[in-house]
């Protein structure tokens, strides 16, 4: 049984999905007009591993993402270089796609962008019309809020408090609330333009979201989630948009919202340019996209995380102990009956994804699992077999981390003079000539290696330079 705090109902609930063991999940994309920062890797990562876990559990997840590929940012962004919009929304959906391919963030089962979906948007601002939720000014098609009454429901804001609403409100005369909306936009001259029933024009940006998933799922589906930023009012439009096109509540059955990455202790975004690019940091850090994920699911996906360097280097430190415990159960020789209570610790660390994928506390139970067996190993009173089941435990749970163990190990290839020094020094030590072994352990040290003696005979790490 999963439980997931449903933003719409601020309480933790069990995930029932309309059919069976089907997942209908959408989760808001990029605006394409500018490079990919930390800020989208963090919500991307935190939803990679939510699906990964839910299809991990049995269920059939469906999961869209929308990539929106015309916006008023976009056409600045083209007037500002002088180049056609299409040529930014290329650009930077390829940047976003590659960035993604890079980070390991696979489970996205389709991606939709808003301009190949023109005619349902279309058919969804003509309903809007028909049905008397959306009013005619001279530069486009509006939604009047005063005709919703649930808007604010999920963001707990009222018509009156969207009257203070500052993130992408459309600004035009005559409108009969201040946070009403614009489905279609008129296309000033140069613009990009769409034929319509009405004038040539572009789609408003909360209106392509609900006519690609209502093009999918219908027009009531399971999983919403975003950026907390989006909760208001971009959330709250489309449940305006949609619940008044079918009359069904709710459109969606739970709303995920992912807390912002900071720096500094302010959102990182695109317009306040204090972003560090996915590409950057994939550059500077030889396993950068190990390191996101570490640092990102060690927080719970609906908290903020605030980005420094000194993260960075503790979450470097805490991959090692991963890949030299990785290292030290495949040592374990040890024939005889175990001690420690795997089934126990499994069910423990499950209960903790189950209670609304709380990470924090499933790594702190990994973290204590792998303080325990390396005593235990110290000791030499791990088995063979308990070692195994740790490492297909981790195999298993890295499905959906992905952190654990590294991937395109280059193997690290130890010099042959290393190696020939390691064995000359085990024979001294076998002799008890400690003498002659630390010599040679010395030896070993200048060629930047260090040679530790554990049960299951002499392991070689590399020194940090
Ligand atoms: P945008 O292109 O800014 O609309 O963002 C695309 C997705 O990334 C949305 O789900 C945003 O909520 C999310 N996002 C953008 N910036 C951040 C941030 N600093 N922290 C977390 N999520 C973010």
Not at 371 to 399: M, P, V
Request: aromatic share 12%.
């Amino acid at each position: 049984m999963i439980k997931v705090l449903n933003s719409l109902s601020g309480k933790k609930e069990i995930l029932k999905p309309h059919y069976d063991k089907k997942i209908k999940m959408f989760v808001c994309g990029p605006t394409v007009f500018d490079m990919t920062h930390l800020g989208h890797a963090r919500t991307a990562l935190s939803f990679d591993m939510i699906v990964k876990y839910l299809r991990l559990k049995g269920y059939d997840v469906f999961f869209l993402q929308n990539i929106t590929d015309i916006d008023d940012k976009i056409i600045k962004r083209a007037n500002e270089e002088g180049v056609l919009w299409k040529q930014i929304a290329r650009k930077y959906e390829k940047v976003y796609l590659q960035s993604m391919k890079s980070l390991g963030i696979t489970a996205i089962s389709q991606y939709a962008r808003a301009t190949d979906y023109i005619p349902e948007i279309i058919n969804q601002v003509q309903r809007l019309l028909d049905k008397g939720y959306a009013y005619f000014l001279d530069d486009g098609i509006y939604y009047d809020l005063s005709k919703f009454k649930d808007y604010g429901k999920l963001s707990k804001r009222t018509t009156l408090q969207a009257e203070d609403g500052v993130s992408r409100i459309d600004e035009a005369v005559g409108k009969r609330n201040r946070g009403d909306f614009c489905l279609w936009k008129k296309s000033k001259a140069g613009e990009p333009k769409w034929k319509s029933p009405w004038f040539f024009g572009r789609p408003g940006w909360h209106i392509e979201d609900t006519a690609i998933t209502e093009k999918f799922f219908g027009p009531q589906y399971d999983i919403h989630g975003g950026g907390r930023d989006l909760m208001f009012p971009h959330h709250e439009a489309e449940i305006a948009q949609m619940e008044a096109l079918s009359g069904k509540k709710p459109f969606v059955k739970y709303w995920l919202h992912t807390g912002f990455l900071t720096i500094n202790g302010e959102k990182m975004s695109k317009s306040l340019k204090n972003f560090i690019t996915v590409d950057e940091f994939l550059q500077k850090y030889e396993e950068g996209a190990r390191i996101l994920r570490l640092l990102v699911l060690k927080n719970h996906y609906r908290l903020a995380i605030d980005f420094n360097e000194k993260i960075i280097e503790q979450i470097k430190k805490e991959l090692k102990i991963f890949d030299e415990f990785e290292q030290r159960l495949k040592l374990v020789k040890k024939e005889q009956k175990g001690i420690l209570k795997m089934q126990l610790i499994k069910k423990e660390f499950y209960l903790a994804m189950d209670d609304d994928f709380n990470t924090p506390k499933a790594m702190g139970i990994i973290f204590s699992l792998i303080r325990r067996a390396n005593l235990l190993i110290d000791k030499n009173q791990l088995s063979k077999k308990e070692a195994g089941e740790i490492l297909e435990f981790l195999k298993e749970i890295d499905n959906f981390f992905g952190f654990i163990f590294r991937k395109n190990k280059k193997k690290e290839m130890i010099p042959a003079e290393v190696l020939k020094l390691v064995e000359k020094r085990e024979k001294y030590r076998q002799e008890k000539n400690f003498f002659q072994a630390d010599i040679m352990r010395n030896e070993i040290k200048k060629l930047g290696y260090l040679v530790e003696d554990t049960f299951n005979g002499p392991v070689i790490k590399k020194l940090e330079k």
